[in-house]
C-alpha cells in the first residue's frame, strides 16, 4: 500500500501547473494554499513564469531542490502520464490529480489513460489521489491543496476556537463539490474538521483505503462518506468492522439508491451502483449511520461529536422547554423517530415543580414556561430533568436568538455538560446567532434548527450504541467439523447448478438444517403409492426437475393427498410438468408428511455481486409477495445478529402473542439462520441462491418446519 500519510500529511508540496492570481482554478490553487498558515513549503512549477504570486517557480518538478512530498497536478488530461513519470522519476511520493478527462469520459481513451495512472503508481509506489479529484484539506496543518470556495481566504478560520465536543469529524467524499460542502455547512457550527478528501474517480486509493487510515488517526473521532460506488465488498466489511470496534461512528450516504442516481454514479465516475438493499444491509450489520443529506449528515456527526462515549443507554427522551407548542411539536418529532417521551418519575416532578409557575408542567415535556427559564435557566431545567432514571437523553427547546441570555448561562452550561453523562440536545425554533453558537460549542451542546434531525440523531445514536455493543458480544459463529463441510461439498459438486428439493434437503441436512425423514422420491405411481403407505397420512406431493424451478406455476405441487389419491396425483404431477416444460428432465415426484402449519416465514441466500452471500429473512404470504417485508443481513450470522434482523420486520408483531394464539418460536427461526448463513459463507464459491420458502414457525418450543428448499448454484441457466 503506498504511503497515505505522505499525501495527506506532507511535509511540502508542488503545484504543476500554477499560475497567477486571477487565471482560472490553477491561479486559485495556488492562492488557497498560500493563504493558509502552512508550515511546510510551496513550489510553484511552471514552465512559462518565474515567479508565482510571490514564490520562486520551478521550470520542471525535476528542478525542484530536495524530495517532494506532494505534488499537485492542474494541467491538461493529456499530459498528466507523462507527468506522473515525471514525478516517479523525482522521487515524489504522492500526487493529487485535480485534472478531468479520464474514465469519467465517454469512449475508451479516458479509461485508457486512467489506467496508465493505475500502472504508473504502481511502478514507482505512488500514493495518487484521483483524477478528476476536488483535492484535500488537512485542516489541523492548515493545508489546503484545493480549489474549494470553502477554504478559500477571507472566510472563517480553518478550525474553531472550541470545537464542538473537543473532538473532531474527517470527510471523504467520491465528490469534490460535496465533500467541501459538509465542511462549509458544519464549520459555522463550531464542528472541528480533521481531513476533507475527495478520492475522484479512484484510479487508486479509494474511498475505504483513506477511511482504513483516518480510523486509526487519533484525530479522527467521527467519519461523514459520501459514496457513488463500493469497489471491493471485503474491504468494506474490514474497515467498518474495525471503525465499529474503535468507536468511531461512521456516517455515510450511498447515491445510487433510485434508477435515476444509479445513472449519475455511472456517468460521474465512472461507478457502478451496486444492490443498495445489500449495501444497506452490511451498514446496519456493522453499525454504519446511514445519511439522507448534507444538512441532516453535518447534523448526526455535531450530535455524535458533542456526545462522544456518552451515548444514550435507551431510547427515551426528556423534553425540556419554556414553550408548550414547542415541546408537543418535538414530542411528536420524537414518535416519529421511534423515541420515546415517558412520564417522568414523582421524584425528579417535585424538583421541577419548585422552580417552575403553577400553570408550567413538570410531566415531560417539561413546560417551564418563560418564567423559568429567567429565573433558573436553560441549564437549571435540564439539570433537574437529567438524573431522572426515567430518560436516557435531553432535548432542550429554546431560542437560539437570545445569544447575550445563552451567553450569561455559559458556566451553569459547562458544570452541567460535565456533571451529565446523558446527551443533551438544544434545538432552536429561531435562527440563531453566532454568539449562541460559540457559546454551546464551548460548553459541549450541539444545537439543531430543524427538530427531525435533533430527534432523529438521538435515535440514531441510540442505535450505533446498541449495535455496537451486540457486535463485540456477539459469539463467534461456530465452523462445523471438517468431515461435515466435505461431506456437503461433495454432494454440491455431484449435483446439477440447481437442485432439486429431494437433493437440496441432504445437502441442508448434512448442517443441521432440516431432515430428510419421511422424504420419498417416486419415480413411478408405484413407488408414490408405497411412500404414501409408509407414511401413513395425508401427503405433499410435487415434481422433481432441475428444469423446473418454480413447481407451483407448472401444476407441479399437490397438497393434502390421501392414500386413495396418490395415483392419480401423481399421474396429473407428471402430465402438467410435461406440458409446462416439454424438455425439463423429471427426476420423479417427491412424496413427504404434510407440514403442520405454523407462522409462514421465507428464507433465502442471495449472492450479491459485491458483498457475497446475504441471508434473508421475510413474513411469508402477502408480506413478502406485496409489502416486501424483508431484512438481509451478511452471512455468518451470530444468534443475536439474527435475532435482531427478525426485529428488522415491518411485521414482526405477528411472531407475538396474539388473539389467543400463542407466540411464534423465535429462537428456533434464529437458530435456523444461524445454520443456514455458516452453510452459505462455507460452500460460497458454489452456491448462488437459496430458497426455503415456506418455512413455519410453530408455536414457542415447538420449532421451525422447513416445507420447501431449493440450491441454485453459480453457472446454472
Not at 492542474?74 to 485535480?98: K, S, T, Y
Not at 483516518?214 to 468492522?241: N, R, Y
Request: one cysteine or more; hydrophobic letters at 45%; charged letters at 20%.
Amino acid at each position: 500500500m503506498a504511503d497515505i500519510a505522505k499525501l495527506l500529511s506532507p511535509r511540502n508540496v508542488a503545484v504543476i501547473g500554477a499560475a497567477p492570481k486571477g487565471q482560472g482554478l490553477r491561479g486559485r490553487i495556488l492562492e488557497i494554499l498560500t493563504a493558509h498558515p502552512y508550515a511546510g513549503s510551496i513550489y510553484p512549477v511552471s514552465r512559462s513564469n518565474g515567479e508565482v504570486q510571490g514564490l520562486k517557480a520551478y521550470p520542471t518538478i525535476g528542478a525542484v531542490p530536495g524530495p517532494v512530498d506532494l505534488a499537485v497536478l492542474i494541467i491538461p488530461a493529456e499530459f498528466v502520464v507523462d507527468e506522473l513519470r515525471r514525478c516517479g522519476e523525482a522521487g515524489v511520493g504522492a500526487i493529487i490529480v485535480l485534472s478531468s478527462g479520464f474514465a469519467e469520459e465517454p469512449g475508451e481513451a479516458g479509461a485508457k489513460k486512467q489506467a496508465e495512472i493505475k500502472a504508473i503508481a504502481a511502478e514507482y509506489g505512488m500514493a495518487i489521489m484521483g483524477p478528476n479529484s476536488e483535492g484535500f484539506a488537512n485542516l489541523p496543518l492548515a493545508l489546503c491543496p484545493t480549489f474549494s470556495p470553502a477554504v478559500a481566504p477571507g472566510n472563517l478560520s480553518l478550525l474553531p476556537k472550541m470545537p464542538l465536543g473537543g473532538r473532531r469529524v474527517s470527510v471523504i467524499a467520491q465528490s469534490g463539490g460535496m465533500g467541501f460542502g459538509f465542511y462549509d455547512r458544519g464549520r459555522p457550527k463550531e464542528l472541528g474538521f480533521n481531513h476533507i478528501v475527495t478520492t475522484g474517480n479512484e484510479a487508486c486509493l479509494e474511498v475505504l483505503d483513506y477511511a482504513d487510515h483516518l480510523i486509526d488517526d487519533p484525530g479522527t473521532d467521527v467519519l461523514l462518506m459520501l459514496v457513488e460506488d463500493i469497489k471491493t465488498g471485503s474491504k468494506f466489511s474490514t474497515v467498518a468492522e474495525k471503525a465499529l470496534r474503535a468507536g468511531k461512528p461512521i456516517i455515510l450516504s450511498k447515491i445510487g439508491q433510485s434508477d435515476a442516481g444509479a445513472r449519475a454514479a455511472a456517468s460521474h465516475t465512472a461507478a457502478l451502483a451496486g444492490s443498495y438493499a445489500s449495501f444497506s444491509a452490511m451498514a446496519h450489520h456493522y453499525g454504519i449511520v446511514e445519511g439522507r443529506d448534507l444538512e441532516h449528515m453535518v447534523d448526526l456527526a455535531q450530535g455524535f461529536l458533542a456526545a462522544g462515549p456518552d451515548l444514550p443507554a435507551g431510547r427515551r427522551v426528556g423534553i425540556c422547554t419554556a414553550s408548550g407548542g414547542g415541546g408537543g411539536w418535538i414530542a411528536d418529532a420524537c414518535a416519529a423517530a421511534g423515541l420515546e417521551v415517558p412520564e417522568l418519575d414523582a421524584a425528579t416532578r417535585r424538583e421541577i415543580d419548585k422552580i417552575i409557575p403553577s400553570y408550567g408542567t413538570s410531566q415531560n415535556p417539561v413546560d417551564g414556561t418563560a418564567q423559568a427559564i429567567r429565573s433558573a435557566g436553560y441549564a437549571g431545567l435540564a439539570g433537574r430533568v437529567a438524573p431522572s432514571p426515567m430518560v436516557d437523553g435531553i432535548i432542550v427547546v429554546m431560542s437560539g436568538r437570545a445569544g447575550e441570555h445563552v451567553a450569561h448561562e455559559r458556566e451553569a452550561l459547562i458544570k452541567l455538560r460535565q456533571e451529565t453523562k446523558k446527551p443533551i440536545f438544544m434545538w432552536s425554533y429561531t435562527l440563531p446567532v453566532s454568539l449562541t453558537l460559540e457559546t454551546l460549542a464551548e460548553a459541549g451542546y450541539p444545537l439543531f434548527t430543524n427538530m427531525h434531525n435533533a430527534t432523529g440523531t438521538m435515535a440514531a445514536m441510540a442505535d450505533y450504541r446498541e449495535r455496537r455493543e451486540r457486535f463485540l458480544a456477539a459469539p463467534a459463529v461456530a465452523r462445523v467439523a471438517a468431515p461435515v463441510h466435505e461431506h456437503a461439498s461433495e454432494m454440491l459438486s455431484k449435483s446439477r447448478g440447481a437442485l432439486t428439493e429431494y437433493e437440496a434437503r441432504r445437502v441442508l441436512a448434512a448442517y443441521g438444517i432440516g431432515h430428510t425423514t419421511g422424504q420419498y422420491l417416486a419415480k413411478t405411481v408405484e413407488q408414490a403409492a408405497e411412500a404414501a403407505a409408509a407414511i401413513g397420512g395425508p401427503v405433499a406431493m410435487k415434481v422433481q426437475s432441475p428444469d423446473i424451478l418454480h413447481k407451483t406455476e407448472a401444476g407441479g405441487v399437490a397438497l393434502g393427498i390421501t392414500e386413495a389419491r396418490v395415483r392419480e396425483a401423481f399421474a396429473t404431477i407428471i402430465e402438467r410438468a410435461q406440458e409446462y416444460a416439454p424438455d425439463a428432465k423429471i427426476d420423479g415426484v417427491l412424496v413427504q408428511p404434510m407440514a403442520e402449519k405454523g407462522r409462514e416465514v421465507i428464507l433465502g441466500i442471495n449472492t450479491d455481486p459485491l458483498f457475497g452471500p446475504m441471508l434473508m429473512v421475510g413474513l411469508g404470504g402477502i408480506h413478502v409477495e406485496v409489502l416486501k417485508d424483508v431484512a438481509l443481513g451478511p452471512v455468518p450470522l451470530s444468534k443475536p445478529a439474527a435475532l435482531a434482523l427478525i426485529d428488522q420486520l415491518k411485521g414482526r408483531a405477528l411472531l407475538d402473542a396474539q388473539r389467543g394464539a400463542p407466540a411464534a418460536d423465535v429462537d428456533a427461526l434464529a437458530e435456523l439462520m444461524v445454520k443456514l448463513s455458516r452453510f452459505a459463507a462455507d460452500h460460497a464459491e458454489a452456491i448462488a441462491e437459496i430458497d426455503l420458502n415456506p418455512v413455519f414457525v410453530h408455536p414457542k418450543g415447538q420449532g421451525v418446519t422447513i416445507a420447501d428448499a431449493l440450491i441454485i448454484q453459480h453457472g446454472h441457466g
